[in-house]
Structures are given as structure tokens and as C-alpha cells.
């Protein structure tokens, strides 16, 4: 097959006062006495409501304004909404509210006309954002738009990783992703799972995709799974159990199908899951 790589493009007339605007937002973010949630609704107010920057406060409280009005500028404040992992039972309360606001920030961004599908800015500033809310992350992390967490503090990224549109990262129970894992569209990763017989009764499991790992389209990856090194997920799949190094796994449950060509040779220590070399 043809290798087709991605294309430079010119600069935009914007991108000095896109790298200003980042580099404010990184000034912020960088001194512990920085008010993220105040950050966040300033951030979201330049961007949404320009209109409204200066009397924010007057306005959400006053009754002559528009309910709906007064809700939505009220909304750009990450104290005046819940997120879905706030009721979870294990949400760690402390962490969560220390990361929410970074968290509102990008989703809330990615559904204004300035992200949705802007993609250089919208790469910059996720990746901005992602080192105050991950466990861990590492260069060249690349995100596109309508990615969505659980907690975000239980998720470790390594080099080079890229993550799709419109994906899931479950990483309740915790995710590690290795140095350039792949998630393609609508892919869901877990890491919780719920008893069939009581919904309360959860386990939560670390999920792994090793270096190298490609979880393609509309895929998922289960609680507790261990995606080998080089292994893929194809479309649509589930993958239920371990993925073996260098196989493709396809199907409900998934299964393999064959091996990589690049594969090593039998008997190579990479050809075994992490789970398996630990013993």
C-alpha cells in the first residue's frame, strides 16, 4: 500500500495571536494560586459571551435578564454544573474537583465555533491542558475534538499518542496508554465494569494498550484488557480478553485473525502480554 503522510500547511493569519492567547492560558495554569475554575469561566466568556466579560456576576443574578440568558452564562462557571463521574461512589472528590474545571474548559471549548473542527488550535490547547489533568502524559500528545473522560486523573499517556474524534477514555478504574497508541473514531476504552445481576456492584481494572497499539473504529476495549505491543483492535470489535503482541484481534468477542508481518520471530520475548511476563 502506498504510505500517504500527512501534508504541511501555511501559517493562518492567526497563529501569532493563537500562540499569544496559549500562552497566557499557560502562564495561568502554571502558578498553584491560579483559580482554575475562575480560569475556566474568564477562558470560556472571552470565547462564547465577549459581551458579557465584564459583568458576568451582575447579570447571572439579575432578574430582569432572560432565565435561559442568565443559566447559560451561569453554566460557564465549572461550580454551577455536575459532571457524571461526581456521583460516582469512588470518585476521589478532592482530585476530581482540582481537575473539573481543566476538564469543562475542554469539553465546553470543543463545542464553540472557535473548536469544533479547528484543528491546530484545538491539538494546542489539549495538550496544554492535558499534563494538569492526566496522571501522566508525554511529548507530542495529539487529541482531537469531542474526547471525553471519567476522572482524567487515572489516565497515563505516553509519546506520541493520538486519539480520535468522539472517543471514550473510561479510565475510572485506570487507563495506560503506551508510547504511539492509536485511537481511531468512536472507539470506547473501559476500565469499570457492573455486575449483571446488581448495578452498584462495580470492579474497576487498570486497561493497557501497550506501544505501539492501534484500536481502530467504533471499536472497545473492555475493563482489565491488556492490548500487546503492536496489537490491533479492528472496527467494530470487542475486546474482550487480552490482545496478544502484533495480533489483530476482530469480531464480537474479538478474536485473532492473523499476526503482523513485522512481527517478531517465534519465541521472542515481545510476542507475550505484559500480564504474561509478569507471571
Known amino acids: 500500500m502506498p504510505r500517504i503522510p500527512l501534508q504541511p500547511l501555511p501559517p493562518t493569519s492567526t497563529d501569532a495571536l493563537a500562540a499569544r492567547w496559549l500562552g497566557q492560558l499557560a502562564e495561568r495554569l502554571a502558578d498553584p494560586a491560579t483559580d482554575r475554575a475562575l480560569l475556566c469561566r474568564e477562558t470560556l466568556l472571552e470565547l462564547a459571551y465577549p459581551a458579557y466579560r465584564d459583568r458576568w456576576e451582575e447579570t447571572v443574578h439579575d432578574e430582569r435578564e432572560p432565565m435561559g ?10 461550580r454551577q454544573i455536575t459532571l457524571e463521574p461526581e456521583y460516582y461512589g469512588d470518585c476521589d472528590q478532592a482530585r476530581f474537583q482540582r481537575v473539573k474545571p481543566l476538564l469543562w474548559l475542554w469539553y465546553s471549548f470543543d463545542r464553540l465555533p472557535i473548536g469544533g473542527q479547528a484543528v491546530a488550535l484545538g491539538v494546542q490547547l489539549r495538550r496544554l491542558l492535558a499534563p494538569h489533568i492526566f496522571k501522566r502524559v508525554g511529548r507530542n500528545f495529539k487529541c482531537f475534538q469531542q474526547v471525553e473522560f471519567s476522572f482524567g ?4 499517556v505516553g509519546d506520541d499518542v493520538v486519539v480520535h474524534r468522539h472517543v471514550l477514555l473510561d479510565d475510572r478504574g485506570g487507563i495506560r496508554l503506551g508510547n504511539r497508541v492509536s485511537i481511531s473514531d468512536y472507539a470506547n476504552i473501559y476500565s469499570h465494569t457492573h455486575s449483571i445481576v446488581e448495578q452498584v456492584d ?4 487498570m486497561t493497557i494498550l501497550a506501544d505501539d497499539v492501534r484500536v481502530t473504529y467504533h471499536a472497545t476495549v473492555l475493563a482489565g484488557v491488556h492490548v500487546g505491543e503492536n496489537g490491533m483492535v ?4 470487542v475486546a474482550t480478553k487480552d490482545v496478544r503482541p502484533y495480533h489483530v484481534n476482530v469480531g464480537i468477542p474479538a478474536k485473532s485473525v ?3 508481518p513485522n512481527a517478531p520471530r517465534d519465541g521472542d ?3 507475550r502480554t505484559s500480564r ?4
Request: aromatic residues 4%.
Open 69 to 78: 440568558t442568565r443559566l447559560a452564562l451561569a453554566a460557564l462557571d465549572p
Open 269 to 271: 520475548d515481545r510476542l
Open 202 to 205: 462495580v470492579t474497576n481494572a
Open 258 to 260: 492473523r499476526v503482523k
Open 153 to 156: 486523573y487515572n489516565l497515563e
Open 234 to 237: 479492528g472496527a467494530v470489535a
Open 276 to 279: 504474561e511476563r509478569e507471571g
